[in-house]
């Protein structure tokens, strides 16, 4: 596709379900980034890759929160055992490489109830 | 660590008025500033970017920011505001030893009256 994808748009889980976020990159893009964004606040960091290498998942908010792109193209963020405060829209982006535009997508709006 | 504040939180303008927006940032390196746009129920979109040169940029849609180095600043501006500027802007910076990150400001929501 044109830009970047992400899947599901919504979704709502019950605290202590699992729940797995997808991401489909600009194609070519080497660069993967996820972001978390809590109502009326800015984009924080989490975690960035560079084709398959995770370089830098120091943004994770605890150890709960996993994410891969084992062959270097779609991502997948994983939450176990969501909490209320994982509530958040997450935002994936890709650059074609280090250091240029990011493109974003229009994100997974995640509710835990 | 770098931070970017942004101090209005919520702007309302009549169309034609002139817009400006703060952005501040505290990093005392070399920065890569950046501001988006996220229209109601869009993704965030580039509006345009300072990498280096001129310190005055031009972005779509007529918004232009000016880098000032010596103020921690990159502050966004339109001469005149149309409706369909009504939407959300971030404020961003990359700092370069901080690999691709990119570090948001809180947003600041412009409300533009018809």
Redesign the interface.
Known sequence: GAGVSQSPRYKVAKRGQDVALRCDPISGHVSLFWYQQALGQGPEFLTYFQNEAQLDKSGLPSDRFFAERPEGSVSTLKIQRTQQEDSAVYLCASCIRSNTEAFFGQGTRLTVV | AQS?S?HNHHVILSEAASLELGCNYSYGGTV?LFW?VQYPG?????LL?Y?SGDPLVKGIKGFEAEFIKSKFSFNLRKPSVQWSDTAEY?C?V?A?NA?????????TRLMVKP
Not at chain 2, 42 to 46: C, E, G, M, R
Not at chain 2, 99 to 107: K, P, R, S, Y
């Open positions: 970017v942004q890569n988006y869009q993704h965030l979109q580039l970017k990498f971030f961003a990359n370069n690999g691709n990150m990119l570090t948001f400001g809180g947003g």
